[in-house]
């Protein structure tokens, strides 16, 4: 009998000649991990050569690429792209450039709303009904997600449900998917059991197949056996084409070609993952993640943001702290120890790995006991920008369906930035330098986290600088902690642009 994969199996290039103008693209992954890199590489190389496809759009949940060429920053092509719905966009610049440009079309929604909607879209539901995204930038009363004036379709609107008011994010057709796995059996079924994260690489497909789409799978390898039928993540059934990738499209991450602690659990109790934790230099960064891992509570479930709160489950490990709590990653992973840089959303030595809209669905729901989250600009409100500073546009990410749910929540960042340098002596914080930029400003230029939401609900804020740290309360920003050695005028107050609230100023620790 003929195998059903041969008449599926084709090259890069064979496979996105199969995609038409005018198309609705989800194209699956998150930063390099789960990214198509074979596929998005060779549609560009179409469109280079040919001029052709044109006029699609693309939809993707979570980041996908280097900050320079790889990933989605293929496609950052004038005249292939009409419009763009992304979760995050900072490490496809050239796709934020042209939006801010005013090149194409651009919305910027929750990562898990995103990988959440693929889902609705593949079950025929009129959009993804949710409170994410309320009283943010992505709120259709403060511009629905829009990026620029030509932006103009609202592709989210305010819902009153049972006396409640939701955000309903409207479907639309996919017409390709566009997604990885680590092989594909004779049948055409794929299994990811190399990948660092599962992603949305099945409603992805799920959606393109019953819009009566394509779904374009790039692999490692082919089995000669069936995969377990427990195994099988996407059914080769839902699978149009089948590319084998060159083995330097398709690494594990952008960062590594292939860890095998990302996909493996650990030999014995996690408590051993604290040897892989280097420990921390005494800095700013130090100083902030010691601070803000004081307030993890017991047995927590945990997400930690990239960048400075990265740090925190380094100073869990010197605390010995590892083996109470279970730290998350919204691409899927739980348990172990999240990966930085290029290969952050991949975990070393998962418990799990799950698919990327469950993950939400959990946290979506209240299941983080504790989140620590960036935080580039904080204004007087309480209300937090990650997302767009004047002419850079990074996006939300997962940003939105974290900090909106999780029951305590900690934002991370230096009071300054741009030079800032210091410095601990004798127990006490000294300024060697000052930032030359404010981050707690009057008003923060795009809303990706509400104060006043946050007020409403009356949830426990902090923020966490290497000098200072705030309390959300009904009235705005409260100081409640000064390092040792800081003048709070002077060090403070000085270098933001409003004042807080001071009442009783306990000292932090170092």
């Known amino acids: 009998m003929t195998s059903p994969l041969k008449s599926k199996l084709c090259s890069a290039d064979e496979a996105v000649r199969n995609i038409a103008s005018g198309s609705t693209i989800a194209c699956g992954g998150f930063v390099g991990a789960g990214h198509p890199e074979?596929?998005?590489?060779?549609?560009?190389?179409r469109f280079l050569a040919d001029g052709q496809p044109t006029s699609l759009t693309l939809v993707y949940a979570a980041g996908q690429g280097d900050g320079k060429t790889r990933g989605l920053n293929h496609l950052a092509h004038s005249g292939l792209l009409r419009r763009v719905i992304g979760g995050?966009?900072?490490?496809?610049?050239?796709?934020?450039?042209?939006?801010?440009?005013g090149n194409i079309e651009a919305y910027n929604f929750p990562q898990g709303v995103i990988c959440q909607l693929l889902r609705d879209i593949a079950a025929g539901r009129p959009g993804c009904v949710t409170h994410v995204g309320l009283g943010t930038f992505i709120d259709p009363l403060n511009g629905g997600g829009r990026l620029n004036s030509r932006t103009t379709e609202e592709l989210v609107e305010r819902v009153q449900l049972r006396d409640r008011t939701w955000l309903l994010y409207h479907s639309f057709p996919v017409h390709v998917g566009l997604i990885r796995a680590t092989a594909a059996d004779p049948f055409g079924n794929l299994m990811l059991d190399e990948e660092a994260v599962i992603g949305d690489v099945l409603p992805i497909a799920q959606a393109a197949h019953n819009n009566q789409g394509i779904v374009i799978a790039q692999v490692k390898r082919i089995l000669a056996d069936p995969i377990p039928p427990q195994h099988v993540r996407v059914p080769g059934r839902l699978v149009?084409?089948?590319?084998?990738?060159d083995e330097a499209d398709h690494w594990q991450t952008f960062g590594e070609p292939f860890n095998a602690r990302y996909c493996q659990a650990a030999?014995?109790?996690?408590?051993?993952l604290s040897d892989l934790l280097p420990p921390m230099p005494m800095d700013a960064r130090r100083i902030i993640a010691a601070r803000a891992c004081d307030e993890l509570p017991p047995q927590a479930i945990a997400n930690l943001g990239i960048g400075l709160p990265e740090g925190i489950a380094r100073i869990?490990?010197?605390?010995?702290?590892?083996?109470d709590i279970t730290l998350t990653l919204e691409s899927g992973p739980i348990g172990g120890i999240p990966a930085g840089g290029l290969s952050f959303g991949?975990?070393?030595h998962p418990e799990a790995i799950i698919d990327q809209p469950s993950q939400f669905d959990f946290y979506d729901g209240g299941g983080l006991d504790f989140a620590a989250l960036g935080a580039a600009q904080v204004d007087q409100s309480g209300n937090v920008n990650v997302s767009r500073f004047g002419t850079r546009f990074a996006g939300v990410g997962g940003f939105v369906n974290i900090s909106q749910n999780a029951r305590r929540l900690v934002f991370c960042g230096t009071l300054t930035t741009d030079g800032l340098e210091v410095t601990v002596e004798n127990g006490c914080l000294r300024i060697v330098r000052e930032g030359r930029v404010a981050k707690f400003v009057k008003q923060v230029e795009q809303v990706s986290f509400s104060g006043q939401i946050a007020r409403?609900?009356?949830?426990?804020?902090?923020?966490?600088?290497?000098?200072?740290?705030?309390?959300?309360?009904?009235?705005?920003?409260?100081?409640i902690e000064a390092a040792?050695?800081?003048?709070?005028q002077k060090d403070i107050v000085d270098q933001m642009e409003f004042v807080p609230l001071i009442r009783q100023v306990r000292t932090m620790k170092l």
């Open 38 to 45: 074979a596929l998005t590489a060779a549609l560009e190389r």
């Open 88 to 101: 995050h966009w900072g490490l496809a610049p050239r796709l934020g450039q042209m939006a801010l440009a």
């Open 240 to 245: 149009s084409h089948v590319v084998v990738a």
């Open 267 to 272: 030999d014995t109790h996690r408590t051993c």
């Open 316 to 323: 869990a490990a010197e605390r010995s702290l590892l083996a």
């Open 346 to 348: 991949a975990s070393l």
């Open 456 to 479: 409403d609900s009356q949830r426990d804020v902090l923020f966490v600088t290497e000098r200072a740290v705030f309390r959300l309360q009904p009235e705005g920003l409260e100081l």
């Open 484 to 488: 040792p050695g800081i003048d709070i």
